[in-house]
């Protein structure tokens, strides 16, 4: 897609404060989705998931936060630690009820947190 | 349990030379596959996926092309790369249909064009 040519946006946070990374999508057909977390020089890790029937799920330390009335999707990550320090890309299924469409990834949001 | 191997890690080719990066899946059968290219600083680009042996769909046109030889072996090859081609590549799996939509990756290739 158009984003994939662009440099990623960039957070900043203290440690300990808790990050919130927003992620905005297009297709309101879209029934999952996704975070991932690529630390540098790593191919993207699974952090959490949510399917569109729900509004929030809670995992570690993490919470995605899922309002598909704006379509939009959140990533908050509480107590924010140096190893959290990474790119963070939410994706979608755009399909419902299909899992052969890959999955659509959003441009991308570096986390830099300050010791 | 279900591993995704790709090698080399790191690659420094000349331009104009070909190209052969090699993706194989442990633990499961009949996935589909993924290969993506991240440049440095850059979001995820998908170049090409497969849905079985020999099925293969290109999402960018380009010099570079995709093969599945085998159920869990994804290759992506070119004939003579040109500097734009240097990037991260990324292959990943999921499982085919059914309720499970994750994508999952593999350590990456770095390669870097002279």
């Known amino acids: 897609g158009e984003s994939v040519g662009l440099h990623l946006p960039t957070l900043s946070v203290q440690e300990g404060d808790n990050s919130i990374i927003n992620c905005a999508y297009s297709n309101s057909a879209s029934d999952y989705f996704i975070w991932y977390k690529q630390e540098s020089g790593k191919g993207p890790q699974f952090i959490i998931d949510?399917?569109?029937?729900?509004d929030k799920r809670q995992g570690q330390r993490v919470t995605v936060l899922l309002n598909k009335t704006v379509k939009h999707l959140s990533l908050q990550i509480a107590a924010t630690q140096p190893g959290d320090s990474a790119v963070y890309f939410c994706?979608?299924?755009?399909?419902?009820?299909?899992?052969?469409?890959?999955?659509?990834f959003g441009k991308g949001t570096r986390l830099s947190v300050i010791a | 349990s279900q591993t995704i191997h790709q090698w080399p890690a790191t690659l420094v080719q000349p331009v104009g030379s070909p190209l052969s990066l090699e993706c194989t899946v442990e633990?499961?059968?009949?996935?589909?596959l993924y290969w993506y290219r991240q440049a440095a600083g850059r979001g995820l680009q998908l170049l090409f996926y497969s849905v079985g042996i020999g099925q293969i769909s290109s999402e960018v046109p380009q010099n570079l092309s995709a093969s599945r030889p085998q159920d869990r072996q994804f290759i992506l090859s070119s004939k003579k790369l040109l500097l734009s081609d240097s990037g991260f590549y990324l292959c990943?799996?999921?499982?085919?249909?059914?309720?499970?939509?994750?994508?999952?990756f593999g350590p990456g290739t770095r390669l870097t064009v002279t």
């Open positions: 994706a979608e299924n755009p399909s419902r009820n299909s899992g052969n469409t890959p999955l659509v």
């Open positions: 633990g499961t059968s009949n996935p589909n």
């Open positions: 949510i399917r569109s029937n729900m």
């Open positions: 990943a799996w999921s499982h085919i249909a059914g309720a499970a939509y994750e994508q999952y």
